[in-house]
């Protein structure tokens, strides 16, 4: 019997052992989706539980790209990047007859709960999902920008930082020889979480990130006195959804006379073997995410807060807006 058949009903499901799970990843990929989806496959094994992989993501259930995994499916994964599953948009999905579909899909394979490893867009689309067809669903956040409402973490979010700091890190030494203002744009379309904590972690002189108003005319003016006082290197972290750096840089450039130059990164913060956070804690939450959809449970999504699991709402979760957290903010003026 499996071990989660006595859990609490966290959802609006009544708690029913399920005899056939399946899992997806969706959305932007982020380091540690493998390892997440890794758990979940293993755990439905070990419970007894026949666990199948949606490829491509909602893609891939509106067309029937479905099928069954087994524990040796997810051999050598947890160090990779990206998803073996695969991931992809869906028009389709968007509409409730794509969703119909993709639970007829889901159904046809005698699937009765689906894990859902993704971003805000991807949980919202399990959440309508749910709504409609009463497919129980269990989510993991799934993205490096770390601004799913109601948790302090999301999987990948942590390799992505390390990512940036470790650009930070190379472009701080060129910056440093030619006495260059250097502007490293990141994601983070509305949220500037990423931008902060790398910034922050990197050592930046600025940050500029979507919930904070910004003044160009005066960093133009201080940059211009700390380089007449003899700095040698100034590093200013843009987050993409506070403007473009390369505009931003061509302003900065103009106002200070002083070299500047524009690093975007880019997809290179989605990639790489995802740290040992993001593997640990992508694992731990896959393990519950199994637990919970095999037992009913449905509607919330697993995470961390403050250092330990949470469960969040799904529909709470997709419909409230995380905010950037004022100490970070505050500690980002007073270290620069």
């Known amino acids: 019997m499996p071990r989660y058949a006595g859990v609490l009903d966290m959802g609006r499901g009544i708690l029913m052992l399920k005899k056939a799970i399946a899992v997806v990843t969706s959305g932007g990929d982020s380091p540690g989706m493998n390892a997440a989806a890794r758990a ?3 755990t439905a094994v070990y419970e007894g539980v026949e666990v199948y992989g949606v490829h491509n993501g909602y893609s891939g259930m509106v067309h029937d790209d479905i099928e069954q995994l087994t524990s040796r499916s997810v051999s050598d994964l947890i160090q990779r990047g990206g998803t073996f599953l695969g991931t992809a948009r869906s028009k389709s999905f968007m509409t409730p007859e794509g969703r ?16 859902i490893i993704g971003g805000d867009g ?17 989510g993991l956040p799934g993205t490096i920008d770390n ?3 109601g948790m302090d973490y999301t999987i990948g979010c942590d390799t992505a930082c390390n990512t ?33 904590m790398s910034g922050i972690a990197g050592g930046a002189e600025y940050i500029l990130v979507p919930e904070v108003a910004f003044d160009l005319e005066e960093i133009s003016i201080e940059l211009q006195e700390m380089y007449e006082r003899g700095k040698r290197y100034s590093i200013v972290v843009v ?3 506070a403007g473009s750096a390369i505009e931003i840089g061509k302003i900065i450039g103009e106002k200070t006379a002083i070299d500047t130059r524009v690093s ?27 637990l919970a959809v095999i037992s009913g449970v449905n ?11 949470v469960s969040v709402n799904l529909f709470e979760a997709v419909n409230n807006k995380k905010t950037l957290d004022p100490e970070l903010v505050r500690l980002s003026r007073v270290l620069a």
Do not use: Y
């Open 164 to 196: 940036i700091v470790d650009a930070i890190n190379k472009l701080r030494d060129t910056a440093s020889a030619h006495r260059r203002i250097i502007l490293v744009e990141v994601m983070g379309r509305h949220s500037g979480w990423l931008a902060m």
């Open 239 to 241: 987050a993409e959804g």
């Open 299 to 309: 509607d919330v999504v697993f995470s961390f807060n403050e250092g330990q699991v």
């Open 264 to 290: 975007v990164l880019g997809h290179i913060q989605r990639g790489g073997s995802p740290t040992v956070e993001d593997r640990i804690k992508a694992s731990m939450l896959g393990e519950k995410a199994a």
């Open 122 to 138: 991807s949980l919202t689309g399990g959440s309508l999902m749910s709504r409609e067809t009463g497919m129980p669903i269990v």
């Open 100 to 115: 119909k579909v993709a639970f007829e899909n889901l159904r046809k394979h005698g699937i009765e709960g689906l894990v």
């Open 40 to 42: 979940v496959v293993r």
């Open 147 to 149: 601004d799913v409402w």
